[in-house]
DNA sequence: AACTAGTTTAACTAAACGGTTAGTATCGGC
DNA sequence: GCCGATACTAACCGTTTAGTTAAACTAGTT
């Protein structure tokens, strides 16, 4: 790696970092700089300005979520086990990248403005991966057919909220061991992937 | 209502749209003063300081969560239709308060630094509403035995990422018309109820 | 060593920001 | 009308912020 690749990746690792604790508005680039251990003035040099650093934060953070999303489900042999294979895919995601859901969530509060054009197609990608997921099983009978926009919203969300709620969790009492700490723990994992088939399974008995 | 009761109503208000938008660090005192109609000074005269409006408009946003949630699912005779009653009291909080999923989701992206201590302990709350609802389907056999927190977090984020992904829904394609739109449609609504009551019944047959 | 191009820096700048000040306006009581 | 208290304002202030500049530094080549 040369010279200008190294210090561009040490200022993209800072400012993932303040970006993901501020956001946009209330990080401050002197604070990157002084993370990512160079003057001020050389951000501007190889980056631009804050909202071109944002910008690439943004691109690196979220990464081809569709690709690697489609390659782990693509390993699985049927729809349960590609609808495992989706919920673990999050999991493990956000579990490797905790600055993910804080920048996400500060993204979606202002309505998805700031995000590249690329992170929708990623989204309209990962929506259509649960939906032919669905829709397989729903063909095979074992899953009722359903919306797979909400399926996602509840997977997705429950994922992303249990990320950013750790400080609230470990506030509130009585929640079992499992159910606190930073990450999200096997247990709760293999929860999510439980209810998500429990879900999106037909019902074998009508009401 | 008298003149200063008037005047600190208008700020509050304002102050809501915009630390909604912008939050926190975002907005600005000046937009506030602006949307409001009075001059900024006025803010300090009545309310202090941008931190004390900021803590202001979060009490104000959040209300009393808990106590609004309590009254409808206890006017519910089973727990079936208390389930029922906590995911529907949810959407209509959300959509009569549409700044409320912005300010939360900033917040908990935030670590909930500034959450005050009311709104953690109404969180508390809400999660007891629900474990004894829970509780009491998996006494009567109708429900299966399962954490709160987790399918509070599924109904819930499901709710909150529904709701501010309004702008990026309409961006993504081929998504019915029930699913577009700001508010949370009675029919997407109803399905999650229909799949908050699939999660939490007790399964008829074993795998 | 000299040269060159790329990189980094300390010091600086204009604009923006939250907050303040001195003055004015309004209201109700006497 | 006068007065005091409260409410409101235009103009201002000191600090902070994102961004800039000229000079210094670094590394590679001849």
């Given at each position: 790696?040369?010279?200008?690749?190294?210090?561009?990746?040490?200022?993209?690792?800072?400012?993932?970092?303040?970006?993901?604790?501020?956001?946009?508005?209330?990080?401050?680039?002197?604070?990157?700089?002084?993370?990512?251990?160079?003057?001020?003035?050389?951000?501007?040099?190889?980056?631009?300005?804050?909202?071109?650093?944002?910008?690439?934060?943004?691109?690196?953070?979220?990464?081809?979520l569709?690709?690697?999303l489609?390659?782990d489900?693509?390993?699985?042999?049927?729809?349960?086990?590609?609808?495992?294979a989706y919920v673990r895919n999050f999991v493990a995601t956000i579990n490797?990248?905790?600055?993910?859901?804080?920048?996400?969530?500060?993204?979606?509060?202002?309505?998805?403005?700031?995000?590249?054009?690329?992170?929708?197609?990623?989204?309209?990608?990962v929506?259509?991966?649960?939906?032919?997921?669905?829709?397989?099983?729903?063909?095979?009978?074992?899953?009722?057919?359903?919306?797979?926009?909400?399926?996602h919203?509840?997977i997705l969300?429950a994922i992303i909220?249990?990320?950013?709620?750790?400080?609230?969790?470990?506030?509130?009492?009585?929640?079992?061991?499992?159910?606190?700490?930073?990450?999200i723990?096997?247990?709760?994992a293999?929860?999510l992937?439980?209810?998500?088939?429990?879900?999106?399974?037909?019902?074998?008995?009508?009401?």
């Amino acid at each position: 790696m040369d010279r200008a690749a190294e210090t561009t990746a040490k200022i993209i690792a800072a400012a993932t970092e303040v970006f993901s604790e501020a956001g946009f508005s209330g990080a401050r680039v002197d604070e990157i700089a002084a993370r990512s251990g160079v003057n001020k003035a050389t951000i501007y040099y190889h980056i631009g300005n804050k909202k071109v650093l944002y910008g690439e934060v943004m691109h690196n953070v979220m990464g081809n979520l569709a690709m690697h999303l489609a390659r782990d489900v693509k390993e699985a042999q049927t729809p349960e086990q590609r609808l495992k294979a989706y919920v673990r895919n999050f999991v493990a995601t956000i579990n490797l990248n905790p600055h993910l859901p804080p920048i996400i969530m500060r993204e979606l509060a202002s309505g998805g403005k700031n995000l590249p054009e690329v992170a929708t197609k990623d989204m309209n990608a990962v929506v259509g991966i649960l939906a032919s997921i669905l829709e397989d099983g729903a063909t095979r009978g074992d899953f009722a057919v359903m919306s797979p926009f909400i399926v996602h919203a509840m997977i997705l969300g429950a994922i992303i909220l249990f990320k950013v709620s750790s400080p609230i969790r470990a506030r509130i009492e009585v929640l079992p061991e499992e159910l606190k700490g930073d990450r999200i723990s096997p247990e709760v994992a293999a929860e999510l992937e439980r209810l998500a088939l429990k879900m999106v399974r037909e019902e074998r008995q009508k009401d």
